[in-house]
C-alpha cells in the first residue's frame, strides 16, 4: 500500500524503536511502502539526524548482501556523562545506607524512567561488540539487565542463589558472597538458560567484595561462555582489580549517623 | 527552533514512545517547535492514525485546563487476541513439563520480543484504570512486572519470599504457596516501597494453588492499599476463585510421558 511521506516516516520510526539493534534491509522498507529506495534513503536521513537531534543514538547503514539499516539506541559520549551525573546527583545526600553498608537503590531501581536510561546507558557501550546475551543475578540485578536487553536486543539469563525446584536441571557453583572471611553460598543456573559459547554481558545492581562478579565468570565459564564485561550500577569498597568491571557509580564516602552517602561516577566512562 | 514538520513528526514519536500513559499540554509541541497548534493537530491526526494501523494503541486528547494529548500502547481486542494465541501456539505441544508439575517459561520471559508484547497485552486492559504501582514477586515475577510498568508508566515493586539484610526495615507476612496441605513460607516488603493506599495492579508469572496471589494480596492490604486487579501470564489447576484474578493462558493438560504441555487462551480476554 503506498502511503505519504509522513506516515511512512512515523511508521518507520516505530519499526526502528521497536526494533533495536536489528538489521533490516532497504527492501523492507521499499516492499512495505511501495516506494522508490531513493524516497526511502532519504527519510532514513531525515530519520537518523533527528535520532542524534534527541540523544536517541543513531541510524547505522552496513553495506554488502547482508546489509542494511539499523537503529542503536546509545548516548553520546557528552550524553552519557550526563545521564550519569544525573544519577549521581539523585543519590548523593541522600539518606540510603541501611545497615551492613549496604545501599537503598530500590526506588531507582522500581521506576521506568530510571530504568530506561540506565539501560541505554550502559547499552552505549556495548552496541557494537558481539553480546549474545546478558548474565544477572536475582533479584535487584534483574531490572538492569532487562532494561539493557531491550535496547541491545539479546536475551537476559538470571542466575539464583539458590535451589528452585521450578528451573530443571541446573549447574550450581559454590562463591563467596563478599569476602573471604564469610560463608559460602550457591549460586545456579538452569541448563538450558544459556547456549555453550555464548558471549555474555555480565550486569549486577551493587558490587561490594566483588565475590558475586567473580562467582557469575566462573559460572559463564561453566557453560563455555566468554565475558564480554561486567558491568555493576554501583560499586563500594571493591576488593577485586577494577579492570575487571564497570562501575556506573562508586560510593566514595557515608555518614553512618546521618545514613547518607556521597557518590562519584565510576570507571564505566573510560571505557 | 522552528523545524520542518517531517523532523517535527519523527520527533513526535519518540516523544510519546518515551511517555506512554502520561498527559502533554499541546502547548508542550506548539513552543518546542515553533508551530501553531493548528499544525500540531495535523501532526496528532497523522500520527494517532499510523499508531492505530499498527497496533500500536493510540492517541488521546483530553480537554480542560489539565488536558492535553496522551499516548496510549494497547493492542485491540481482536489483536489482543492474536496476541494470546501467539504465546499459546509457542508453548503448545513443547517439552516444558518440569517435575512437580511447574511448567518451564523461562526462555519466553527472558526474551525482550515477547517480554515487550506480554508487557502491552497486559497493559491493554488496565490504561484506563487508575494503577499507582505494580506488585510482583521475586524472581519470575519480575520481567512480566518490568514490561507490563514501561507500558503504565508506573513503578514496580518486588516482594521478596526471603529476608534480605538489604532492604531496610520490611513489612512480612506468612503465606501458604500451594495448598493448606503445605508448610507456611514468609514473603516480605521493604516499608518504603510502596505508598500507603496506592492502587495497586498484581503480576505474577504463574498461578497454581493460588497461595502467593493470595498473599500478595494481604501483602497489599498491609500497606492499606487497593488491589485494581491480579494478572498471572499462565495458571495450572488454580484452587481460587477464578474471578479473583485473570490469566493470559491456561494449561489444559499435560502429558507426563512426553513432559510437553497443551495450553489454552485464559480468562484475561474476557475482561
Known sequence: MKIKRSERLVDMVIYFLQNPNTTTPLNYFSDK??????????????????????????????????????????YEDKQLKKEILHLKNEINGSKRLLPGGYIYTSDLLSEPKWLKRIGKVIASKYLTEEVDAIMTIATKGVPIAQATAYNLNVPFVIVRKSSKVTEGSTVSINYLPRSSSEKVEKMELSKTSLKEGSKVLIIDDFLRGGGTI?????????????????????????????????????VTSVDEEDRT???????????
Not at 33 to 46: G, M, R
Not at 230 to 240: D, R
Not at 262 to 271: A, K
Request: glycine share 6%.
Open 33 to 74: 511502502f511501495v516506494a522508490a529506495k531513493s524516497s526511502i534513503s532519504e527519510d532514513l536521513t531525515i530519520i537518523k539526524h533527528t535520532f542524534e537531534e534527541n540523544n536517541m543514538g543513531s541510524l547505522v547503514t552496513y553495506a554488502g548482501a547482508r546489509g542494511g539499516v539499523q537503529y542503536q539506541p546509545y
Open 214 to 250: 567473580t562467582g557469575l565468570e566462573r559460572m559463564a565459564e561453566e557453560f563455555n561462555c566468554e565475558v564480554v564485561d561486567s558491568v555493576v550500577f554501583l560499586e563500594h569498597n571493591s576488593k577485586i582489580s577494577n579492570e575487571s568491571y564497570h562501575s556506573l557509580l562508586k
Open 261 to 271: 552517602i556521597e557518590v562519584d561516577i565510576g570507571n564505566f566512562l573510560s571505557l
